[in-house]
């Protein structure tokens, strides 16, 4: 179950035999899932809203490690914006408006060796945007404006790059797709490439599966010669995509 603590009490009155009347209470909740958890399993979402027990401005910090996400969020009583599981959550028994709302992510990455499992991460992430074709998880991905949507970033294809993060997912056309913009991703084929722990990583020529992160960077004329990061071990990188490159000559 969640829990709740106070933060803070606005002290308002007199003072009568020495107890202060206190006018306003301001809780914090703790949740263990950000939503979608059965009753009773800490869920934010199954904090109950109903009788108004949750107040306007009230706060939850929730550490998910389903998701590998810690984050603290804020209710908003007079919102209806529509949910999406993570930056807008609703609590189950609303039947109207109140919504929790995503304030501030908390970031720490542990860049300790192979401390990530296969397919392990931590970091900035954005969600709730679609793929545009099939995309290998552990690809880098480009945003296409013409349709909204990911799509895989290569260094030699005119047009697919930039590369502005790397799929958390084995992405498909037209459904959602995760994708890391700042962090460390474990990506066990990546130990296939080889290459130098330590040394900068680029946006690779190839767009084949395991295969579009390099430390040679590209040299053929009009290649996009783009930092996307560094080499934390052989199988671990950590990214910081921005929209820096240039072209070979």
Known sequence: MFKKIIIGSLMAGLIFSGTVAISTTTYVYLARLIAGGASGSGSMDDISDSGDLITDEEGCVVI???????GFYTFEDASSATGDDFNVV???DSGG?????LTCPIVAFDAAADTYANEGWAGLVIVGRNAGE???Q???VWWNSA????????????????AVGIALDTGSDGNPLRVLVMGIMRHDD?????????ATVYLAESQDDNDGITQTAPSDTDDCVQA?????SDDEVFFNFTPNYFQAE
């Open 134 to 136: 099939d995309i290998d």
């Open 97 to 101: 408006n109140g919504r929790w709302k």
């Open 147 to 162: 349709d909204n949507e990911w799509h895989e970033a290569s260094a030699n294809t005119a047009s697919h790059f930039p």
């Open 64 to 70: 998910d490690h389903a998701k590998k996400l810690t």
């Open 90 to 92: 609703t609590p189950d």
């Open 228 to 232: 996307i990061g560094w080499k934390l």
């Open 190 to 198: 990546w130990a296939d490439i080889g290459g130098t722990v330590g």
């Open 138 to 140: 552990g690809n880098c």
